[in-house]
């Protein structure tokens, strides 16, 4: 049985840092699109940052949403089973609560497209004061 558990939101001010965790069982991440979405209030859900293989055995590639390139870093921990979103020089247009995802798609095959994953997290918020 596949588990996301999402950790380490809270409150920052503007030009702050936070690093969520996304600590997995019951599959491979390596071999998923694992994907790190945000949800803001009113609005629709979006993907910031994927981590995906290119094709088997190929190598994982980084993918980030325009808002978020250059402040925000996906990663991953084999050791721990666990993908990481360091997020730095926070802006209050972050807050949001932040999901954890993966699907079985390959990540250009539409990683920001929320329908195309199977499993979620259950979320942690984020916010940013100014």
């Known amino acids: 049985q596949v588990h996301l558990v999402e950790s380490g939101g809270g409150s920052v001010q503007a030009g702050g840092s936070l690093r969520l965790s996304c600590t997995t069982s019951?599959?491979?991440?390596?071999?998923?699109?694992m994907t790190w979405f945000r949800q803001a209030p009113g609005k629709e859900r979006e993907g910031v940052a994927a981590?995906?293989?290119?094709?088997?055995?190929?190598?994982?590639?980084?993918y980030y949403f325009d808002s978020v390139r250059g402040r925000f870093t996906i990663s991953a921990d084999d050791a721990n089973n666990t993908v990481y979103l360091q997020m730095d020089s926070l802006k209050p247009e972050d807050t949001a609560v932040y999901y954890c995802?993966?699907?079985?798609?390959?990540?250009?095959?539409?990683?920001?497209?929320?329908?195309?994953?199977?499993?979620w997290g259950q979320g942690t918020q984020v916010t940013v004061s100014s």
């Open positions: 995802a993966a699907s079985t798609i390959r990540c250009y095959e539409g990683w920001r497209r929320s329908d195309k994953y199977r499993y």
């Open positions: 019951g599959l491979t991440y390596s071999r998923f699109c």
């Open positions: 981590r995906g293989e290119v094709a088997l055995g190929g190598g994982q590639r980084l």
